[in-house]
Every structure is written in structure tokens, then in C-alpha cells.
């Protein structure tokens, strides 16, 4: 017996933004299974047909579960924290592999090829911050937008007309496009259409009504609509 709703409160469990140590966990073996992976594999392609160093060996076998697991890990935490861009996980694995293949080159004896092969890890991890720059830029620059709209614009009922998907069967969510219609002010009717992650203990049904916001002066603009049912279910948490 509790004193507190448990399916309330697994819900926002659910929904709670992960903590910081998350966060730096995830992002440090993101670095780490870089960082091993571009020291390991160097070697096994430097020593074609001979066992590479004990340390080496090491790196290689556990570059690629750190990797995985931690890719696993960072997704699930960015995709609960739409400030953390997933390209940030990505950014700091290239990152290590680049450190990871320098540590290789400076040793005596090394190719010069493994410099280039470092730069090119480094230019990947640049790209996928720059991409991650850009992704958190435009957010802000979406949330802004629809504030703004919900704010100043005309708040109205909207209707689902195609809730996207049959049923549920193995997996108890759903990425799915779901289908609104409203009429503007001057009695147009109007679809727009929003991407919903739709779980089974709330599924979204035909003909289920929500409030939906948009510009009165450019009705026709789908940027400037605001559909709350969509906000109540985003693809990332806020």
C-alpha cells in the first residue's frame, strides 16, 4: 500500500532528465572506446600477421562493447535532455580515436601514415560538433518560435483525422506521423501533420481532439502551428 499514485510516479521516472553523473558517464566511455579503439586497431594493421602488444590487444577487444554500450547509454540520455545533441556522444568517441592514433604515431618506428589517419579522426570529430552546434541552435530557435506563436498566435481545436499507426504489438511505443485537421478564422479547414513517439499506456485515438496555436496573419505556415498533443509527446524530452 502507498500513499502515492506508483503509475504516477513511474511515469515521471520515466520522463525525469538524467543527472550529470549520466551525462559525464556516458560521454567518458563514448571518449574511452575512441580513445581504445584508435590505439588498438593501428596496431593490428601495423602488425600484419604478428600478435600486437599485450596492451594492443587489450584496446581492440574492448573498444568495440565500450562503444556499443556507451552509444546505447548516450542515446537514451540525449534523447531525455533535448540540450544534449546526439552528435556529442559521436564527437567525443572521434575525438579519443583521433588522441588514440597519435598516441600510436609518436612511438619510434611508426608510419607517417598514422598522422593523417589521426587528422582524420580529428576532422571527423569537428564535423559532428559542428552538426551538434547547428542541431542545438536550430531547437532554440524552434522553441522559440512556437512560444512565440502560443503566446501571440490564435488558440483553437484541432482534431485527429489518421492517428498513424494500427496497434501496438511487440514494443510498447511508437514512432509514428499523425494527422490534425482545424479551421482557421476564416472557416478554412486545414491539416498539419506532427511526429509522435505514442506509447500504449497513452495511445492517441482517430477523432481525439487537442489544442492547436497558429499565426492568424499566415494560417498556412506549418512552422507557425502549434499542435499540444504533439508537445505532450515529443520525440525528445524538453
Keep these: 500500500m502507498s500513499t502515492v499514485d506508483p503509475i504516477a510516479l513511474r511515469k515521471l521516472r520515466a520522463n525525469e532528465r538524467p543527472g550529470p553523473v549520466s551525462v559525464v558517464l556516458a560521454l567518458a566511455f563514448q571518449f574511452i572506446g575512441g580513445f581504445a579503439a584508435g590505439y588498438g586497431w593501428?596496431?593490428?594493421?601495423?602488425?600484419?600477421?604478428?600478435?600486437?602488444?599485450?596492451?594492443?590487444?587489450?584496446?581492440?577487444?574492448?573498444?568495440?562493447?565500450?562503444?556499443?554500450?556507451?552509444?546505447?547509454?548516450?542515446?537514451?540520455?540525449?534523447?531525455?535532455?533535448?540540450?544534449?545533441?546526439?552528435?556529442?556522444?559521436?564527437?567525443?568517441?572521434?575525438?579519443?580515436?583521433?588522441?588514440?592514433?597519435?598516441?600510436?604515431?609518436?612511438?619510434?618506428?611508426?608510419?607517417?601514415?598514422?598522422?593523417?589517419?589521426?587528422?582524420?579522426?580529428?576532422?571527423?570529430?569537428?564535423f559532428l560538433g559542428i552538426l551538434g552546434i547547428i542541431g542545438a541552435r536550430t531547437r532554440r530557435a524552434i522553441a522559440h518560435r512556437e512560444a512565440t506563436v502560443m503566446s501571440t498566435g490564435t488558440m483553437t481545436s484541432a482534431r485527429v483525422t489518421d492517428k498513424g499507426y494500427l496497434s501496438f504489438s511487440d514494443s510498447a511505443k511508437i514512432l509514428t506521423t499523425v494527422t490534425f485537421t482545424f479551421h482557421d478564422s476564416m472557416g478554412t479547414q486545414r491539416w498539419v501533420q506532427r511526429?509522435?513517439?505514442?506509447?500504449?499506456?497513452?495511445?492517441?485515438?482517430?477523432?481525439?481532439?487537442?489544442?492547436?496555436?497558429?499565426?492568424?496573419?499566415?494560417?498556412g505556415n506549418d512552422k507557425k502551428i502549434v499542435v499540444k498533443l504533439a508537445k505532450d509527446m515529443p520525440l525528445r524530452r524538453p
Design 195 to 219: 511526429p509522435l513517439l505514442i506509447t500504449a499506456a497513452e495511445p492517441v485515438l482517430d477523432g481525439q481532439e487537442t489544442t492547436l496555436w497558429y499565426d492568424p496573419l499566415d494560417p
Design 42 to 126: 593501428p596496431h593490428l594493421a601495423l602488425f600484419d600477421g604478428v600478435e600486437p602488444p599485450a596492451l594492443a590487444l587489450i584496446a581492440i577487444i574492448s573498444s568495440i562493447p565500450v562503444l556499443v554500450l556507451s552509444s546505447i547509454a548516450w542515446t537514451a540520455v540525449a534523447m531525455k535532455h533535448s540540450k544534449l545533441g546526439l552528435a556529442l556522444g559521436g564527437t567525443l568517441a572521434w575525438l579519443g580515436a583521433s588522441l588514440g592514433v597519435a598516441a600510436v604515431a609518436v612511438q619510434p618506428g611508426m608510419t607517417p601514415m598514422l598522422t593523417w589517419v589521426g587528422a582524420g579522426c580529428l576532422a571527423i570529430s569537428l
